[in-house]
């Protein structure tokens, strides 16, 4: 009797964990419940990718973009209602962020395989993991289990999403606040090496900053007036290779090719000048760190256990 009041405690104790609030990520939280969701994911994101390369780039700034505010809980993805104000609009991310339709996608494959057992939160973080790897970068076993926010916070994706125009104190402190050192701050920076930004987001930089290569200034300015003509007007990230995810970000910072005001802090006699120059030169390295940083990006503050619900449609509540 003995025993089996110790075997009833021991389970009751393990059925509590696993039942908290505060239980963790884990690897292979899907595998009984949802065994075909990472094929779900990968083909979707293959065949979004076809179409436009860019939207991996897209997907990844999405999972960064919900993960500093309030942890990576899929509240970027929520719409606005009449009653409801989510994080779309916000600054950084109105008229910017994209890949939405991507996400509901891979959603609704997944809820006819599954229904109400996958997170969006975990979807984005895994199609922002297939984004780098089908454009060339590196993989990392994404840890999973986390639930969806019921809510969304407009200010704090205001104020806590680093603008291009901050120096590298500032960007510091932002990363330091979400658990992430200045190396982290200059690995995940190399996610710059895909996609494209905006002529308003590094006029600027082109116009009036001095360390920057003046070919590479000229070039920029081709597609992008000093006058708000051509606000919209886009330019790649990393000069030399767009499309693919390697270390050429480094190579254009060391160059003085960067093409944000943030982007060339990280490369202009501070702190982190040698760890951009040891990424230029050694792209193993920058993989290996990159996708450990992206690991810790996504353990930020999730919900899981009982917090929060698995969202029957990424843009709305339950
Ligand atoms: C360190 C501070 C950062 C700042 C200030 C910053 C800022 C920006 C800005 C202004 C854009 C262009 C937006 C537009 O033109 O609409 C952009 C694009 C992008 N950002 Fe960042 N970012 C930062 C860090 C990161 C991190 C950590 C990641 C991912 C791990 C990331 C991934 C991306 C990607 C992939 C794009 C291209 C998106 C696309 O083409 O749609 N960024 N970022």
Redesign the pocket.
Known sequence: MATFTKLFFTLSIFHLLACSTNAQLIDNFYDQTCPCLQTIVRNTMTSAIKKEA?IG??I??L??HDCFVNGCDGSILLDDTDTFIGEKKAQ?NN?????FEVIDNIKNSVEASCNATVSCADILALAARDGVVLLGGPSWTVPLGRRDARTANQSAANSQI???S?NLTR?TT??LAKGLTASD?TV??G??T?????CR?FRTRIYNETNIDTNFATLRKSNCSFSSDNDTN?AP?DTLTPTSFDNNYYKNLVASKGL?H?DQVLFNNGSQDNLVRSYSTNEAAFSTDFAAA?VK?SKISPLTGTNGEIRKNCRLVN
Do not use: D, T, W, Y
Not at 194 to 198: K, L, V
């Open positions: 860019r780039a897209s990844l700034r999972f960064f950084p008229n910017s962020v994209k890949g680093p603008r291009p901050f960007l932002m990363f701050l995940l920076s996610a710059h895909i996609g494209q930004g905006e987001l886009l990230l944000f943030s992206m990006l």
